[in-house]
Each structure stands twice: as structure tokens, then as C-alpha cells.
């Protein structure tokens, strides 16, 4: 049973008990961290990510498995892909489509080739957008549900010349929706943690929220153990969007896209000089697969965003849930 101030427009469309998705993030949200959100009521995406075939088809059988035998929480399941990765190869997308997702979230990348090919599945097509200029081709896709990322979010999204805070991009596509596509829906990303956070959305016109770092932070994500607790000690202060990141991982992210991450040492001494950095990458990206190994966290990232100010503990998914849910509705109601 939904409470009345959180019973919205997402929530009766995706049959959720609280108007949250989880965040498909790449190597992170695998099949047990989705399977317990839907589980927990809310949309659980499998972040599939870089279309890595294996990866998704294990990632998504979990899930699957997991919620075999309840109907509900199975109906809560989806998946999502980054885009310019499909348009090199789609076979990921291709396979879970056979697995009859309730959505496929698409981000970074025109979906409009996609879009077809999801409709005849029966997914809902979820768009996630940086900048108001974005949304016309996701509604030409036939996006159910738009997701407003602002530039507080962890991981990649908008650099700083492009990018958006979720605080005015959020009520200004609300607004542009209203006026052109009144029955699509809208999420806000960047920066949700908690329950006055889904409540803001709520209050800036969204009909939900997408949540990253905040469920990336649990038991059942399949982040680093040594990132999460770094992610605990660290505050909000304590990230940086940049480049530098997907240098070192030998990721060929197109612009207008860099990655938020916590500011360590090996980012500190290597932000000052991108442009050095992608002429001459060999010695810092030995240092950083070293820190990987190790599970050095100075030299390894940890994929967080702005919100980390507001994560201290590391609890189940369904905790997290239950506490933003709980917070919302005792702010709504006042």
C-alpha cells in the first residue's frame, strides 16, 4: 500500500510501493542490489551498463532467479544500458529484451534507434537526460518516463560546461513535459540520499526519483568493499567531475561526458593537468590498476556523487528504502 503523498503517477505506472528507482549503475547495481529494491517496492534496474554480454546475462538471471516465485517484485524488473555502447554493439539489450523487462532505461546516446525494438518487447522506454535540449528526442523515442540528471550525480553524467543542477532541471522539463507530453513522466537524479530529497523532487514537479549513491552504498551492491567504507568517511565535499577517471580506465567516453567520483590523491595530483594526462597516460594508469589490485583507495575510484555528504552506514537496500520512504512521508504529510 502506497501512502497517499508518495502514491504518484510512477508509482501506479510501474505498480511500485514508493516512487524510487534504483540507478542501473555499470558494474555496481548487479542482480541481488535490483532484485532487493524491487523487492523493497521500488524499480530495480540492472545496470547493464557497457553491454557487456556475459556480465548483464548472469547480472539479470540473478535477479530473475531471486524474484522467481514472486510475481509482484518480478513485474519491478528492468535493465539499463549506456547508449554510445549499444550503437557498437547491442546484443546485451537484444538478449534482455527476450527476458521480458518491464523497462529498459537508456542514458548518454540517442535511444530513437532503440526504440522500436524495446516497444515490440513490451518495455517501457526510460530516457535519462542532462539538459532541457535533450528531451525532444527522447519523447520522438517514445520515453514513458524521462529521468532529469543534474550534475551532483556520481559516475558519469554532464561535465561542468554542459551539465545542469537537478535543483532547476528538474521543474523546468516538469514544466516543458506539461506543456508538450503531459503523459510522460519524470524522475529527478542528482544528489537524492534521502527523504527530504524524494520529497523535494516531489515538490519540484517530479513524479519520482532515481537513486544512486545512496543504494550504491548497501550490502547487496557489488562495489568495492574498501570504496564503500572511503564513501562513509567522506563528505560532501569530497568529489570531483572530471576526465580523469575514465583515462585511467581506458574509457572512451564521448563529450559532452565526464565522471564524478571521490577526489582522491592519485585524481588531486593528476586534475591540474588533463591534457597531460591523455598524452601520456601509461604511468598513472599503472598506478591506478596497482591501487585496484590492492584495493588502495587513494589510487582507486570510488563512483559517488555530491550525496556522500549524507551516507554514514552501509545497510541492506531494503533499509535505505524503507528510511528515504519513511522520511518523505512524514515531510509530505506536515
Not at 523493497?40 to 548483464?56: H, R
Not at 592519485?266 to 591501487?291: C, F, I, K, M
Request: proline fraction near 4%; hydrophobic fraction near 45%.
Amino acid at each position: 500500500m502506497t501512502h497517499a503523498a508518495l502514491n504518484t503517477r510512477f508509482t501506479q505506472r510501474f505498480q511500485l510501493t514508493t516512487p524510487i528507482a534504483l540507478a542501473p549503475m555499470a558494474l555496481a547495481t548487479g542482480g541481488a542490489l535490483a532484485a532487493a529494491c524491487a523487492q523493497a517496492g521500488a524499480l530495480g534496474l540492472v545496470g547493464g551498463g557497457y553491454g557487456d554480454l556475459a556480465w548483464t546475462q548472469r547480472e539479470y538471471a540473478l535477479a530473475h532467479d531471486l524474484l522467481k516465485d514472486d510475481t509482484a517484485s518480478h513485474a519491478r524488473l528492468g535493465c539499463g544500458f549506456i547508449t554510445w555502447k549499444l550503437d557498437e554493439n547491442a546484443e546485451a539489450l537484444d538478449w534482455v529484451l527476450t527476458q521480458k523487462p518491464c523497462a529498459i532505461m537508456l542514458s548518454f546516446g540517442d535511444p530513437r534507434p532503440y526504440a522500436e525494438r524495446i516497444a515490440q518487447a513490451g518495455a517501457q522506454l526510460i530516457c535519462q537526460v542532462q539538459r532541457l535540449d535533450q528531451v525532444p528526442h527522447a519523447l520522438e523515442a517514445g520515453a514513458s518516463v524521462i529521468v532529469a540528471q543534474g550534475g551532483e550525480a556520481g559516475g558519469h553524467g554532464a561535465n561542468a560546461l554542459e551539465g545542469r543542477s537537478t535543483f532547476t532541471l528538474v521543474p523546468e522539463i516538469a514544466d516543458y513535459l506539461a506543456a508538450h507530453s503531459p503523459d510522460t513522466l519524470l524522475l529527478a537524479a542528482g544528489g537524492v540520499a534521502d527523504g527530504r530529497g524524494l520529497a523535494a523532487a516531489l515538490m519540484l514537479g517530479a513524479d519520482g526519483a532515481l537513486v544512486g549513491s545512496r543504494l550504491w552504498a548497501t550490502t547487496e551492491s557489488l562495489a568495492a568493499a574498501g570504496a564503500k567504507t572511503q564513501a562513509t568517511h567522506t563528505n560532501g565535499d569530497g568529489t570531483a567531475r572530471s576526465m580523469v577517471f575514465d583515462i585511467l580506465r581506458r574509457k572512451n567516453w564521448p563529450a559532452p561526458y565526464d565522471f564524478r567520483a571521490i577526489r582522491n590523491d592519485l585524481h588531486r595530483a593528476l586534475e591540474s593537468n588533463v591534457a597531460a594526462l591523455q598524452t601520456n597516460p601509461d604511468a598513472a594508469r599503472a598506478d591506478y590498476d596497482a591501487g585496484v589490485k590492492a584495493g588502495d583507495f587513494t589510487r582507486a575510484h570510488a563512483t559517488v556523487g555530491e550525496a556522500v555528504g549524507l551516507i554514514a552506514d552501509i545497510p541492506a537496500a531494503q533499509t535505505v528504502i524503507a528510511r528515504i520512504t519513511q522520511q518523505a512521508q512524514r515531510l509530505l504529510g506536515k
